[in-house]
Nanobody, 124 residues
Framework: QVQLVESGGGLVQTGGSLRLSCAAS????????MGWFRQGPGKEREFVAA????????HYADSMKGRFTISKDNAKNTVYLQMNSLKPEDTAVYYC?????????????????WGQGTQVTVSS
């Protein structure tokens, strides 16, 4: 079992930045691909970014490319999502997810473990 806890959310103005963290316990993240997803008000959960279990490959949703960066620190058992140039449409609850020995997919159904989420609100 992997337990995931997100943190770092909050209220930020348009154009601002936030860094989300997802701390894992129970297993080392060294063997896990990690994904970030988000769910805005009244919307379905959607893919944001993913990193392969080796940390060598990353994937981003088109609207996040160039603004968001996913990274994984195996020593700290933590995955990060650096979010820059934030927009009001980025407002959502952000979730991290884990899948062992994966290249890091974009589908919700691919991931085995989920955190509880952290709220990000971008004011206009």
């Amino acid at each position: 079992q992997v337990q995931l806890v997100e943190s770092g959310g909050g209220l930020v103005q348009t154009g601002g930045s936030l860094r989300l963290s997802c701390a894992a316990s129970g297993r080392t993240l060294r063997n896990y691909a990690m994904g970030w997803f988000r769910q805005g008000p009244g919307k379905e959960r959607e893919f944001v970014a993913a990193i392969s279990w080796r940390g060598t490959n990353t994937h981003y949703a088109d609207s996040m490319k160039g603004r968001f960066t996913i990274s994984k620190d195996n020593a700290k058992n933590t995955v990060y999502l650096q979010m820059n140039s934030l927009k009001p449409e980025d407002t959502a609850v952000y979730y991290c997810a884990a899948k062992p020995f994966s290249t890091g997919g974009t589908s919700i159904n691919e991931y085995d473990y989920w955190g509880q989420g952290t709220q990000v609100t971008v004011s206009s």
